[in-house]
């Protein structure tokens, strides 16, 4: 990544009474990255965001930002702003009080204030909105409310709490692609909290997967998503099937195994270490098996009976029972050659990228 | 059963038989009494009405008496029904009534301010510092109310009287060499004495509104930059201004009108206008001039409350 690490997160703890939130985090995060901290409910994300922006202190282990820890310094005092996931807009002044909140401290004088809230106010396209009362605003005003209030600021780093959970699904896209579009234009580091594994994907320079306290994986989009470390990481970020091979042999940088149904398969480790690969679990994503058509051939090519149909509108998922393996595996297929029209029962034969596998400890 | 649906098809047909009538819906009329008493705002007002009939009988009642009385005259015993402004040109010129008047207003804002600025470091401590002894908290708050008013008022007297607690402790201390008499019958020891026996009047109204203050506006603040003292002034001071102006109210209003207390610890210079209102009731037998001292407590109390609202409601503004 870049160079300048502008947050260090040095073997963080935090224990609640008797229960560990999180347990000896380290990661690093650059100036200038957009980086998400991914997991489900209650795995400690939020925390660490919060410890971040000063709300908590950790139990042992330091934050550091831009070089300098934070151990026992304030909100008020750090270099970074948060988008909340209630966004906190205060329901006593109008947008543009909300927004100027924390420029009145600075004393700007009255004319590089209003055109500095003027200039957020125009990022997040709500110019002219100014005058609204705080409690008079739909939810994606009130998100971008949020984001003005804290960019206004110009922190070194935005710490963002699931700040699209609210929104309906179309917004929510759009305001994905509208916060990159933001990080690139302003330049500044964006700490995202999500549980959800697209807006991660699709936002994200990198994701830190998170569960029960450990982060799982730190990686970018495409690597967490095509090789996963973990079992639990690879199901949270969608599909996969997860076989059990045998004669899995580790060499340097790839793996070799015999899978029932499929035969001789491989696959790449990308820096992961396999401790024992005996206990090792093998994966491939649905989108990874391909329906060989009729009067088409490929190689390798396996057959199969569709046992089960998914319809998702752009996508069909199949559920598939292969000669000779045990587990069930799922096919998603594009609809526009007529996956959409197999009938259960039907024979199907699949093709595969016999490089696509991927390796996990269990 | 056979009988109630015989019953309600004749009803439909007697009530309406030249309606066009569409399959499915209803069409009885019903009278306008009973269709009104089973929409929402009837049943609204069906469920107020005994406290309405009980609040209009024993409220809204002896407040026309008491205005009626104002207007009339009296003459040892009996009533001159007269129209008669005489009653409030005394209530409102003579020295003696404006003075008590003055006093007692001063006495109850006064002890208003005092409450509610003692209580609200108590109910600030409950609602945030509270965790899950908050009910706990409240309980203990209200247990100095399971005594009397009055034995309340008199354990002040123990307190601040000539040989009481605060004298000898302070005798004893060496910090004075003889009795303070200053203590107790006068102003002051009104204002004490109020104070207290309000308190729990103004820690509940500004605890509800600390509760209700959302906490993450409170993290926000300081994320952008507020310490402590800015998101008490900029936050939790503008939210929680419904809370105060009840408090105030709760304990200004009712005050104004105690003549127990400053009859007790007040002395001569403690007197108040109630007790003046008591006297015209009560030994003179003046109804129609106590009634016009009433009446016009009531109004200048209201103004007085009303113009302490605005100011409270403009300070709210500035306050950003």
Known sequence: ?362 | MATASAFSYGKEQHLDPSAPTLPGVRTAREAPVMRFMRSEAGKGWLTISPPLLYAVLLLIGPIIVIVANSFWSQDYLTIDRTFTLENYKAALTEPIYRDLLMRSLFVSVTVAFVTVILAYPVAWFVSFHGGRYKGLWLFIITVPFWSGYLLRILSWKVILGYKGVLNSGLLYLGVITEPLSTLIYNVNAVIITLAHSWAAFAILPLFVSLEKLDRSLLEAAADLGDGPVRRFLRITLPLTMPGIIAALMIVMIPTVGDYVTPKLVGGKDGVMIANAIQVQFGKASNWPLGAALAVSTMVIVSLLAGAIVLMLAGIKRLLK
């Open chain 1, 1 to 362: 990544m870049t160079a300048l690490p502008m947050i260090e997160i040095k073997n963080v703890d935090k224990v609640f009474g008797n229960f560990r939130a999180l347990d000896t985090l380290n990661a690093s995060i650059g100036e200038g990255e957009f980086f998400s901290l991914l997991g489900p409910s209650g795995c400690g994300k939020t925390t660490l965001l919060r410890m971040i922006g000063g709300f908590d202190e950790p139990t042992s282990g330091t934050i550091l930002i831009g070089g300098k820890s934070m151990a026992g310094i304030p909100p008020n005092l750090r270099p970074t702003n948060m988008v909340f996931q209630s966004y906190a807009i205060f329901p006593h002044l109008n947008v543009f009080e909300n927004i100027a909140y924390g420029l009145k401290r600075l004393r700007l004088g009255r004319e590089e204030e209003e055109s500095r809230v003027s200039q957020a106010l125009a990022q997040v396209e709500l110019t002219g909105l100014g005058p609204r009362m705080g409690n008079q605003l739909s939810g994606g005003q009130r998100q971008r409310v949020a984001l003005a209030r804290a960019l206004v600021m110009r922190p070194k780093v935005l710490l963002l709490d699931e700040p699209l959970s609210a929104l309906d699904k179309n917004l929510r896209e759009q305001m994905q692609v509208e916060l990159r579009h933001l990080q690139r234009q302003i330049g500044i580091t964006f700490v995202l909290v999500t549980h959800d594994q697209y807006e991660a994907l699709s936002m994200s320079d990198r994701i830190a997967v998170m569960f029960s306290g450990q982060i799982a994986q730190i990686a970018e989009p495409k690597e967490i998503y095509q090789n996963p470390a973990t079992r639990q990481v690879a199901d949270f970020l969608g599909g996969m099937n997860f076989l059990t091979a045998s004669d899995v042999a580790v060499n340097g940088k790839g793996f070799k195994a015999a899978l029932p149904g499929f035969g001789a398969i491989s696959g790449h480790l990308s820096g992961k270490a396999i401790s024992d690969p005996a206990q090792a679990i093998i994966g491939i994503r649905p989108e990874r098996l391909r329906i060989v058509w009729e009067g088409e051939t490929a190689d390798p090519m396996i057959s199969g009976k569709v046992v089960d149909r998914n319809y998702f509108g752009e996508v069909t998922s199949l559920v598939v029972a292969i000669e000779g393996q045990a587990e069930h595996v799922s096919i998603v297929e594009t609809n526009d050659f007529g996956a959409d029209d197999i009938p259960v029962g039907s024979d199907i034969r699949i093709t595969y990228d016999p490089d696509a596998f991927v390796i996990m400890q269990g």
